[in-house]
């Protein structure tokens, strides 16, 4: 296993959608059952990195992972790690119910490219700390790419406490970054303690951006480089130069982005931005609902005032 060095904006694209057939005018309804379009994801992914973000994340919530068949993410997969071609680092998410599934897409990531797995527990039934470090350990050992541990209990209703995560961290050799996104920067100071600052860990709650770089974090992963990359770069940029007073300003002005983005569900808000900026990216899969109307009028205000 090579080491990784990650840090800064890891940006999250959307998965297109080519439309669905059937229920709307000439036959198609434009819901997001129509497969992966390949050609605007790419599209996406050469943004993101033109924009100047330091590594892209696939197949995250917000590339809506969870609705896509095996066939549909793993060429969501392949199409984003083409389009990366290692330019950038490439993280590419991983969760499924069953651990076999877990390992089978990790694997696959692995011989596409990536040059490490984001690996997020989903359950059904509740799992105890013995069962989600036995998947989380199943999934390390059968790559040889560093595994980012993900903790989002809201999406994936198993909540990771900084001591079980530190302590995998610990214990198996290719498990050496944590994604924290329980929306809690108290965990985030607490695996600063719990490591001495050694161990690498990523915000992913969008309104906690500032706070988790003060906190120590050594990147940001988030989708809002979608639709605002110069803001979020320019935060980064301010960290990064200690510059905190500018940071704080550069925040408050993205920020009622980034709540609207967060509220109205990343899926659906991010592609009607991209959308509004001249990306068509269709429409998020059933049962999730394109913005509305108001709601589009109101990103579109949002996303001017942000700049």
Request: include cysteine; proline fraction near 6%; charge should be negative.
């Amino acid at each position: 296993m090579t080491g990784l060095a990650l840090e800064g904006i890891i940006a999250y694209p959307v998965t297109p959608f080519a439309p669905g057939t059937g229920g709307g005018d000439n036959g198609v309804d434009g819901s997001g059952d129509g497969g992966v379009d390949t050609e605007a994801l790419t599209a996406l992914v050469d943004r993101l990195i033109d924009a100047g973000c330091h590594a892209i994340a696939p197949l995250g919530s917000t590339g809506e992972s969870a609705y896509l068949d095996d066939q549909e993410w793993y060429t969501a997969a392949e199409a984003s790690l083409a389009a990366v071609a290692g330019r950038v680092p490439a993280v590419v998410g991983v969760a499924d119910l069953t651990t076999r599934g877990a390992v089978r897409r990790a694997r696959f990531a692995e011989q596409a490219g990536a040059d490490a797995v984001m690996v997020l527990p989903q359950a059904y039934w509740k799992l105890d700390e013995r069962e989600v470090a036995g998947h989380f350990t199943a999934v390390a050992d059968a790559v040889g790419v560093p595994v980012m541990l993900y903790n989002n209990p809201a999406t994936s209703g198993v909540d990771l406490s900084p001591e079980l995560m530190v302590s995998l961290v610990e214990r198996v050799e290719n498990i050496t970054m944590v994604k924290e996104s329980s929306g809690d920067v108290r965990r985030m100071h607490r695996l600063n303690r719990l490591t001495d600052g050694a161990l690498p860990f990523y915000n992913g709650s969008n309104p906690l951006a500032l706070a988790a770089f003060s906190a120590g974090a050594a990147g940001w992963c988030t989708a809002a480089p979608c639709l605002i990359p110069g803001p979020v770069l320019e935060l980064h940029r301010a960290v990064r130069a200690g510059e905190w007073d500018l940071a704080l300003e550069v925040f408050q002005r993205q920020l009622p982005v980034l709540e609207f983005i967060l509220g109205g569900g990343l899926p659906t808000t991010v592609k009607a931005g991209l959308a509004l900026l001249g990306l068509d990216v269709g429409e998020p899969r059933r049962p999730l609902l394109p913005l509305d109307r108001a709601g589009t009028a109101r990103l579109a205000e949002l996303l001017a005032a942000a700049g």
